[in-house]
C-alpha cells in the first residue's frame, strides 16, 4: 500500500554536502514517523534521524549539528540534509516509513541511496 522511492545520494568529498530524498505514495494510510537509516558495510543497520508527525526530531549523536530531517506532508516526501560529511557517513542510507493500515502498523523501506565520502 506505501511505496517509497528515494533520490539524492552521490560522491564528495569530506566537508561537502547532500540532500537526500524520500517520496511516499499509496493510499489507505497513514503516516506515523517517517525517518533515514544507514548500513556501512560489514557493519549493522542503524538509525540516523526520524521525524514523527508531529515534527519532533530525534538524531543519533554522531549526526547532530550537521544533519537535519524534515517533512513535506503535501508531498508525503521527507528530506535528510547532510552538511559537514566525513568518511564515517559513508553507507548506503535508506528511508523508512511507519505507516498505520486498517489499524495495524508496518514498515516500509525504500531501495537504498548509496552515500560515499572520500578524504
Known amino acids: 500500500q506505501v511505496q517509497l522511492v528515494e533520490s539524492g545520494g552521490g560522491l564528495v568529498q569530506a566537508g561537502g554536502s547532500l540532500r537526500l530524498s524520500c517520496a511516499a505514495s499509496?493510499?489507505?494510510?497513514?503516516?506515523?514517523?517517517m525517518g533515514w537509516y544507514r548500513q556501512a558495510p560489514g557493519k549493522q543497520r542503524e538509525l540516523v534521524a526520524i521525524i514523527g508527525s508531529g515534527g519532533s526530531t530525534n538524531y543519533i549523536d554522531s549526526v547532530k549539528g550537521r544533519f537535519s530531517i524534515s517533512r513535506d506532508g503535501a508531498k508525503n516526501t521527507v528530506y535528510l540534509q547532510m552538511n559537514s560529511l566525513n568518511p564515517e557517513d559513508t553507507a548506503v542510507y535508506y528511508c523508512?516509513?511507519?505507516?498505520?493500515?486498517?489499524?495495524?502498523?508496518?514498515?516500509?523501506w525504500g531501495q537504498g541511496t548509496q552515500v560515499t565520502v572520500s578524504s
Open positions: 499509496g493510499s489507505g494510510f497513514s503516516i506515523d514517523a
Open positions: 523508512n516509513t511507519k505507516a498505520t493500515i486498517r489499524g495495524r502498523r508496518y514498515d516500509y
